[in-house]
């Protein structure tokens, strides 16, 4: 089903002969983007997947068949030195109606003003289209900065978005210039960070270094501008997987949450539960991030990556290779495409399969990896050797990361564990990122129970689930910071998936995206909450009927039709919840709310 309220910008298109237009319509459609994700209650597509329609030609209906959207946007860029014409469309995707069309002639150093009354413009007529929206006064803050900064802020940022180990340096190289040109544009120092923090996540330096080159640009960011999504997002990243520090991960990730709704937030927080081993809670968040943008090929490895981590290799490879199918370049896939099928007992397919990889992944110890772990599972112990010994002269080089985790993994399909924790410790004491991600590897599971292995990842991880020693089971389950921390966390996942929405939703069905036993919630309820099950789930349906019966689109709906729309299966709990929370009957509330 599409959400009414879901809309995509594509990409302006350039209608000048010039390189440096490019990189403002770019950054004009991004800026839109993020602008109209501050609205709540709008799904908006994320950059990755509006970008994958650049320069190609769509119909209404592909965009709503690909991108699961009611309405898109498209325009037009066309500049010259005194003039800059801007060209919106707004189009509904079931009837390829264009509803709205504006042009824009402005003066080409209005660049800030104009993204602002853009974005603003879209988001008036989208509510006249579609209902109720609350919007902001602004939506694009002001930049003070000189336009010609600002240009060239977008031409550095172009170059980071190819996400390529050239073009990011390049990128990175325009930025630190305008870093000294203008020292308090937040904006560079953002990008920077971003460029460094995705050479880590992607391989192209080793992750400790380059998070340890990224974080003095992201704090610099975040001492100028404290109050940005993107600085709280990159802080999140900062303190998981450089500092190690799940819990103030957590903290600026819902705080960039709150600020925006963006794919790569979800993602980042699907990130941080599978470090924990809450795999279930971890593809709720991913799920989200996947309807934001579908396009995006991290996502759709992670999706695979965690049916790897369940041990649904079947199912998990087909997710690889849409991966692998809409960014080539993309490191990760081909390394669990082998092992998903190694681990589903085709090892000489797995080995046939590294054994075709070319390229980066030959660059990356992916080919190399791969193919000693098809021998130690195929007891080929000559050649498994010789690919140890290799691997081990990569430990100290660039590709450290890599080297460590084929190590590991080969060692323990082997069954030497002690020298899989000899490794796990080493990578510990070199801060290696890769620890994080041992904890749910379902190729470690014969080691978890290893003391020191269990020593390390409580040292690394220390409220991993998996090692940390089980409480008994007492009168209060939950303590109050838990309470204050599970309330807070459940509020967010109802209004993120509108759980109630479903009529046959238990109480199980909740405790299953807290990952949490259902005592522990029904206790949460009753003192988070002073609330049971029921009463707190139909208090979420009562108010979703109060909005849908102001509806103008459900005016020809009854009463009983729009409560079963919100969430109810039976008049009779409708009728009786609505007397108990509002202290009328539906009927006699919808008569007061006509006549205001």
Same mark, same amino acid.
Request: aromatic share 12%; net charge neutral.
């Given at each position: 089903?599409?959400?009414?309220?879901?809309?995509?910008?594509?990409?302006?298109?350039?209608?000048?002969?010039?390189?440096?237009?490019?990189?403002?319509?770019?950054?004009?459609?991004?800026?839109?983007?993020?602008?109209?994700?501050?609205?709540?209650?709008?799904?908006?597509?994320?950059?990755?997947?509006?970008?994958?329609?650049?320069?190609?030609?769509?119909?209404?209906?592909?965009?709503?068949?690909?991108?699961?959207?009611?309405?898109?946007?498209?325009?037009?860029?066309?500049?010259?030195?005194?003039?800059?014409?801007?060209?919106?469309?707004?189009?509904?995707?079931?009837?390829?109606?264009?509803?709205?069309?504006?042009?824009?002639?402005?003066?080409?150093?209005?660049?800030?003003?104009?993204?602002?009354?853009?974005?603003?413009?879209?988001?008036?007529?989208?509510?006249?289209?579609?209902?109720?929206?609350?919007?902001?006064?602004?939506?694009?803050?002001?930049?003070?900065?000189?336009?010609?900064?600002?240009?060239? #802020?977008?031409?550095?940022?172009?170059?980071?978005?190819?996400?390529?180990?050239?073009?990011?340096?390049?990128?990175?190289?325009?930025?630190?210039?305008?870093?000294?040109?203008?020292?308090?544009?937040?904006?560079?120092?953002?990008?920077?960070?971003?460029?460094?923090?995705?050479?880590?996540?992607?391989?192209?330096?080793?992750?400790?270094?380059?998070?340890?080159?990224?974080?003095?640009?992201?704090?610099?960011?975040?001492?100028?501008?404290?109050?940005?999504?993107?600085?709280?997002?990159?802080?999140?990243?900062?303190?998981?997987?450089?500092?190690?520090?799940?819990?103030?991960?957590?903290?600026?990730?819902?705080?960039?949450?709150?600020?925006?709704?963006?794919?790569?937030?979800?993602?980042?927080?699907?990130?941080?539960?599978?470090?924990?081993?809450?795999?279930?809670?971890?593809?709720?968040?991913?799920?989200?991030?996947?309807?934001?943008?579908?396009?995006?090929?991290?996502?759709?490895?992670?999706?695979?990556?965690? #049916? #790897?981590?369940?041990?649904? #290799?079947?199912?998990?490879?087909?997710?690889?290779?849409?991966?692998?199918?809409?960014?080539?370049?993309?490191?990760?896939?081909?390394?669990?495409?082998?092992?998903?099928?190694?681990? %589903?007992?085709?090892?000489?397919?797995?080995?046939?399969?590294?054994?075709?990889?070319?390229?980066?992944?030959?660059?990356?110890?992916?080919?190399?990896?791969?193919?000693?772990?098809?021998?130690?599972?195929?007891?080929?112990?000559?050649?498994?050797?010789?690919?140890?010994?290799?691997?081990?002269?990569?430990?100290?080089?660039?590709?450290?990361?890599?080297?460590?985790?084929?190590?590991?993994?080969?060692?323990?399909?082997?069954?030497?564990?002690?020298?899989?924790?000899?490794?796990?410790?080493?990578?510990?004491?070199?801060?290696?990122?890769?620890?994080?991600?041992?904890?749910? %590897?379902?190729?470690?599971?014969?080691?978890?129970?290893?003391?020191?292995?269990?020593?390390?990842?409580?040292?690394?991880?220390?409220?991993?689930?998996?090692?940390?020693?089980?409480?008994?089971?007492?009168?209060?389950?939950?303590?109050?910071?838990?309470?204050?921390?599970?309330?807070?966390?459940?509020?967010?996942?109802?209004?993120?998936?509108?759980?109630?929405?479903?009529?046959?939703?238990?109480?199980?069905?909740?405790?299953?995206?807290?990952?949490?036993?259902?005592?522990?919630?029904?206790?949460?309820?009753?003192?988070?909450?002073?609330?049971?099950?029921?009463?707190?789930?139909?208090?979420?349906?009562?108010?979703?009927?109060?909005?849908?019966?102001?509806?103008?689109?459900?005016?020809?709906?009854?009463?009983?039709?729009?409560?079963?729309?919100?969430?109810?299966?039976?008049?009779?709990?409708?009728?009786?919840?609505?007397?108990?929370?509002?202290?009328?009957?539906?009927?006699?509330?919808?008569?007061?709310?006509?006549?205001?």
């Amino acid at each position: 089903m599409i959400e009414n309220k879901s809309i995509a910008v594509l990409p302006f298109v350039n209608m000048s002969n010039s390189i440096e237009n490019e990189y403002f319509c770019d950054g004009l459609t991004e800026e839109i983007i993020n602008a109209l994700a501050k609205i709540k209650d709008l799904s908006v597509t994320s950059r990755t997947s509006s970008f994958f329609f650049k320069n190609k030609s769509v119909t209404a209906n592909e965009i709503r068949e690909k991108l699961k959207v009611a309405t898109f946007i498209e325009g037009s860029v066309r500049t010259s030195k005194k003039k800059m014409r801007i060209t919106v469309q707004m189009i509904d995707t079931v009837d390829d109606f264009h509803f709205w069309s504006e042009t824009f002639d402005r003066n080409p150093e209005d660049i800030f003003e104009i993204q602002d009354e853009i974005s603003l413009f879209i988001a008036e007529k989208l509510r006249e289209h579609i209902g109720h929206i609350e919007i902001e006064e602004k939506l694009v803050a002001p930049i003070d900065v000189h336009v010609a900064i600002y240009r060239e #802020y977008l031409k550095g940022r172009y170059y980071i978005m190819k996400l390529d180990y050239k073009n990011s340096i390049k990128g990175i190289n325009i930025l630190q210039d305008l870093v000294r040109k203008a020292p308090n544009f937040p904006n560079p120092y953002l990008d920077i960070n971003l460029a460094y923090v995705n050479m880590g996540t992607m391989g192209l330096l080793p992750a400790f270094e380059a998070y340890e080159k990224a974080q003095p640009y992201l704090l610099k960011a975040l001492e100028l501008d404290p109050n940005s999504s993107r600085s709280q997002l990159n802080m999140a990243w900062i303190e998981c997987w450089q500092n190690w520090n799940l819990k103030k991960a957590y903290e600026h990730a819902n705080k960039a949450l709150e600020m925006q709704q963006a794919d790569d937030i979800y993602l980042t927080i699907s990130n941080f539960l599978t470090v924990e081993g809450k795999l279930d809670a971890a593809r709720n968040y991913l799920d989200k991030a996947l309807q934001l943008d579908p396009y995006a090929a991290i996502n759709h490895h992670y999706k695979g990556f965690l #049916y #790897y981590l369940k041990e649904e #290799y079947e199912t998990a490879i087909p997710f690889l290779k849409k991966a692998l199918k809409l960014d080539p370049m993309l490191p990760f896939p081909p390394i669990y495409i082998g092992i998903c099928l190694l681990m %589903s007992g085709k090892p000489n397919e797995a080995l046939t399969y590294f054994g075709s990889l070319k390229g980066v992944s030959v660059k990356d110890l992916t080919k190399l990896g791969g193919e000693t772990m098809c021998y130690a599972k195929l007891n080929e112990t000559e050649k498994c050797n010789d690919g140890l010994k290799e691997l081990e002269t990569y430990l100290t080089t660039t590709l450290v990361d890599k080297a460590f985790t084929f190590l590991i993994l080969v060692n323990a399909l082997l069954g030497n564990s002690e020298k899989v924790v000899d490794l796990v410790e080493q990578a510990y004491n070199n801060r290696l990122p890769l620890v994080l991600l041992l904890n749910p %590897s379902p190729i470690l599971k014969p080691i978890k129970n290893h003391k020191r292995f269990k020593d390390i990842m409580l040292k690394a991880i220390p409220d991993n689930l998996n090692y940390k020693r089980k409480k008994k089971y007492k009168q209060a389950l939950l303590d109050s910071n838990e309470i204050k921390k599970y309330s807070k966390e459940l509020e967010q996942i109802m209004m993120d998936y509108k759980l109630y929405l479903n009529p046959d939703l238990s109480l199980k069905d909740l405790a299953s995206y807290l990952e949490l036993p259902a005592n522990y919630v029904s206790q949460l309820l009753n003192l988070g909450f002073q609330k049971n099950f029921s009463e707190y789930v139909n208090t979420y349906r009562i108010n979703e009927f109060k909005e849908r019966v102001l509806l103008e689109e459900n005016k020809g709906l009854t009463i009983m039709a729009i409560a079963y729309d919100s969430g109810f299966n039976s008049k009779t709990v409708f009728n009786t919840f609505f007397k108990k929370i509002e202290g009328t009957t539906p009927n006699a509330y919808l008569k007061s709310v006509q006549k205001k």
